[in-house]
């Protein structure tokens, strides 16, 4: 699974390289807020993009996952802290629709009582959203974070969130 990610992630960073690479600066700018629950926990987060041309940007993320220890039920859910980079990718992206796959690489602060670690690793977004106004789209975001350091943590963690997208 890691190669596969890696090989993933490794050339989405070439192809946006390519396809930015004589791109002039168009702009376009868009913050998007996340939210969502998963097994008794809250998840927010905000993304930064910057358009380099109509298909494809770069930008950062932001993301804080509120854990459960399981003590109101017997799944635990571990508490989250994310920050890293992203190469968004908008494979449908017409006036109304927009589809996008983004990969990226970060660090998470991932705690599940008693263990409480540090890593970093590649990760993707996958959303689709639809437009309500010239300039804000809502819609849904899957967020997968791959743990490259330690065994004592999953190796992944996928999160499906709420999202809006404000656009300036």
Not at 19 to 27: D, E, I, T, V
Not at 43 to 56: F, P, S, V
Not at 106 to 124: N, S, Y
Not at 133 to 145: D, M, S
Request: hydrophobic fraction near 40%; include cysteine.
């Amino acid at each position: 699974m890691r190669s596969i990610l890696t090989a993933l992630v490794a050339f989405a960073t070439i192809t946006v390289g390519t396809l930015s690479a004589n791109a002039q600066m168009r702009g376009d700018s868009s913050i998007r807020g996340i939210l969502g629950f998963s097994s008794g926990s809250v998840n927010i987060g905000a993304d930064y993009e910057m358009k380099r041309t109509n298909l494809c940007g770069l930008g950062g993320y932001f993301f804080l996952g509120t854990g459960d220890d399981g003590t109101g039920g017997n799944v635990q859910v571990p508490d989250v802290l994310a920050l890293g980079v992203f190469a968004p990718i908008h494979l449908l992206n017409d006036s109304n629709i927009d589809v996008y796959i983004a990969p990226g690489f970060g660090f998470a602060k991932i705690e599940v009582k008693p263990v409480d670690k540090t890593t970093f690793g590649p990760t993707v977004k996958i959303g689709a959203e639809y437009a309500v106004a010239p300039t804000v789209k809502v819609g849904l975001q899957y967020f997968v974070i791959t743990n490259w350091l330690s065994d004592e943590l999953s190796s992944q963690l996928s999160y499906t969130n709420a999202s809006a997208t404000f656009s300036f």
